[in-house]
């Protein structure tokens, strides 16, 4: 437990939009991890987040994310939408592997700017 009251010291816990925290905090070096909720068509459970993103949600973030000087890191699974938005990045395809919510292998990707 120490271990982990230690290394908590060093984190902040913000409260606040994406847009919010990553116009914050860009930089040259900054990585951003975004892991928002995966759009509708890329997935098999319609109820699988409390907190929903719209596909303008999705094009509005890629927008900012396109923008930034930092790194930037979005996970999802293919689908038209997230390919088309990120398009010109570097895509990292993880190995499948069946999720909770599907019964079938689903393939995770990665996709980074750098």
């Known amino acids: 437990m120490e271990f982990i009251a230690a290394r908590l010291l060093r984190v902040q ?4 939009t994406a847009v919010n925290v990553i ?6 070096k900054t990585l951003f991890y975004c892991d928002p909720p995966y759009p509708h068509e890329s997935r098999g459970d ?5 907190f929903e993103m719209t596909n303008q949600e999705h094009v509005q ?7 930034v000087k930092g790194k ?3 996970s999802g699974y293919e689908c038209d939408l997230t390919c088309d938005l ?3 990045w570097q895509v990292h395809r993880e190995k499948p592997k069946k999720a909770m919510s599907i019964k079938k292998e689903r393939q995770e990707i990665l996709w ?3």
Do not use: C, F, P, W
């Open 86 to 88: 990120y398009k010109n």
């Open 46 to 50: 319609a109820k699988a987040y409390s």
């Open 61 to 67: 973030l890629s927008r900012l994310l396109h923008q």
């Open 72 to 74: 930037v890191a979005v």
């Open 13 to 16: 816990i913000e409260h606040d």
């Open 23 to 28: 116009k914050r905090y860009d930089g040259r």
């Open 112 to 114: 980074t700017n750098y």
